[in-house]
């Protein structure tokens, strides 16, 4: 059984991954032009006494889904 210091200190890793994981996709994202405005970890997810972080994409303007869409849609057409 885990001591509460050592459950503390796993839904911490869990959180610090997810902003990992926020600051990964901001940077892949912009390298191919695309901003993602409201991308961030849905505090909400982080609440609690054993967090399950969630990476929110968030909302967007037309414009950068389609923009979204032709990079991702480049890329499956590069990795077929």
Do not use: F, N, Y
């Not at 991954?17 to 191919?32: F, N, P, Q, S, W």
């Not at 889904?65 to 990795?79: G, I, K, N, P």
Request: aromatic letters at 0%.
């Amino acid at each position: 059984m885990k001591t509460a210091t050592e459950r503390r200190e796993e839904a911490a890793g869990r959180v610090r991954a997810a902003e990992d994981a926020v600051v990964r996709l901001k940077a892949g994202l912009a390298g191919v032009g695309v901003k993602l405005p409201s991308l961030r970890i849905d505090p909400v997810s982080c609440a609690g006494e054993d967090p399950v972080p969630l990476v929110d994409l968030g909302r967007c303007t037309l414009d950068t889904a389609l923009r979204l869409s032709v990079q991702l849609e480049t890329a499956a057409a590069h990795d077929s």
